[in-house]
Every structure is written in C-alpha cells, then in structure tokens.
C-alpha cells in the first residue's frame, strides 16, 4: 500500500487520534496502530510514537519497544526510491551481485545505505519469491524480475534526470 499522508500535513496529529480511538480497547493496540501509521503515512515518525504512547496510556519506551521489533515498520521516512535487492539463492547465481555492484557504483552508497539527499536507498531482502525470475528485486512497491543492469542504469538515469 502506498502511504497518502505525511507528518508534515497539519492534521497529522487528529489522524493518530483516530487511529488510535479505533483500537482503545484492543488488547494489541499498539501494534494495530503501528500497522495503521505505516498504511497511512509510511512510517512512524517519533512525534507519532510519542503521541500513540500517551494516548494509548502506555511509556514511550513500549510503544518503542513495539515499533521496532518487527522488521516491517520504518521510524525514518523511506527515500523517494527505494531498491530492494533479492539475496536469495536464485538470484545470487543469476546475477545479483552485478546488480548490487552496479547500484553502489552509480548512487555512491552500499547496501543499507541512503542517499545524502534521500532520493534513493539500496536495501536486502530475503527470497522475494519469483525465483524462475531472478535475479529479482523490489523498487519501491513493485516487484521486478530479471532485471539487467542496463535496467538499473536507466531507472537510476531517469530517477535522477543524469544521462544513462
Ligand atoms: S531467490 Fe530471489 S526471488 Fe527467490
């Protein structure tokens, strides 16, 4: 799902009130509501965290604990792309290492790593699940397979308005 709100948005705070009155009596309140923030805004901010915390009636320090067990909830605000490489088996003997190679080049940064102008971010995943088309990878929210290298220079060209 794409997020549609930001914490820049004034009536940020009114949305985690909602959320948050939706769930008061749920016994996994907080991880409903860490749910609903990365739907609605595609991460957790820590003004939010704060927020959810005591309107939620618990420490920050729980809410916190919550936001950051699970590996699918982001507390900063995702590059405008994102490109998760698929590490897999597959994808490791049909290529991937050329792929990584070719996105460190070009963006400067290694895998976990954003750009300073946070344009792009190069991530690892586990098996994406389309092994018969690896290598695979995930840009953004989409799933792409047997990606080239000349794939990745022309997105990364086009995303960054450089020649390919
Ligand atoms: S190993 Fe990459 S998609 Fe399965």
Redesign the pocket.
């Known amino acids: 799902m794409h997020a549609t709100l930001s914490y820049d948005d004034p009536g940020w705070e009114d949305k985690v009130r909602q959320i948050c009155a939706e769930v008061e009596n749920v016994e996994s309140a907080p991880l409903l509501v860490m749910h609903a923030l990365m739907d609605d805004f595609g991460y957790i901010s820590e003004p939010a965290l704060v927020l959810v915390a005591e309107l939620l009636h618990l420490t920050a320090p729980q809410v916190f604990a919550v936001a950051t067990y699970y590996h699918e909830f982001r507390l900063q605000k995702p590059a405008d792309t994102t490109l998760m490489l ?7 003997v ?1 290529g ?1 290492v050329g792929l990584r190679k070719t996105m460190e080049r070009l963006l400067g940064i290694a895998v976990g790593g954003r750009t300073p102008d946070d344009k792009f971010a190069i991530e690892s995943s ?6 018969p ?4 990878m995930m840009i953004d929210h989409d799933l792409a ?1 047997r990606v080239t290298t000349e794939d990745l220079e022309k997105l990364i060209a086009e995303r960054t308005g450089a020649p390919a």
Not at 126 to 131: A, S, V
Request: with cysteine; charged share 10%.
């Open positions: 698929c590490r897999g088996p597959a994808c490791r049909q991937m586990g098996c994406l699940g389309i092994c088309h690896a290598p695979a397979g």
